[in-house]
Nanobody, 121 residues
């Protein structure tokens, strides 16, 4: 069974950090670009960051540039999102996604189930 499982979400205070992980099972991530999305109730899911299959290309939505870092460990079949200087507006359900090919937020092949991130004092 093909699965992406996120972990690492939680409740933190503004300014703190979290690291999200996304582990794949049932398939290898070696040939997939991997993305992180987030969604709050009543809003569309937003592409946050993407990394290509080699790890040589990354992109970020403007609101997280300089604060978030995406990385991957193909040997562990896992992708990470290091989130720093968190703000209340970063609160959302975060999803990881696999794309067969180049980074493309509109061409997701597999979704994880999501992990909640809440930033609040």
């Amino acid at each position: 069974q093909l699965q992406l499982v996120e972990s690492g979400g939680g409740l933190v205070q503004p300014g703190e950090s979290l690291r999200l992980s996304c582990a794949a099972s049932g398939f290898t991530l070696d040939y997939y670009s991997m993305g992180w999305f987030r969604q709050v109730p009543g809003k569309e899911r937003e592409g946050v960051s993407c990394i290509d299959s080699s790890g040589g290309f990354t992109n970020y939505t403007n609101s997280v540039k300089g604060r978030f870092t995406i990385s991957r460990d193909n040997a562990k079949n896992t992708v990470y999102l290091q989130m720093g200087s968190l703000k209340p507006e970063d609160s959302a359900i975060y999803y990881c996604a696999a794309v067969a090919g180049v980074c493309d937020y509109g061409a997701v092949d597999y979704w994880g189930q999501g992990t909640q991130v809440t930033v609040s004092s």
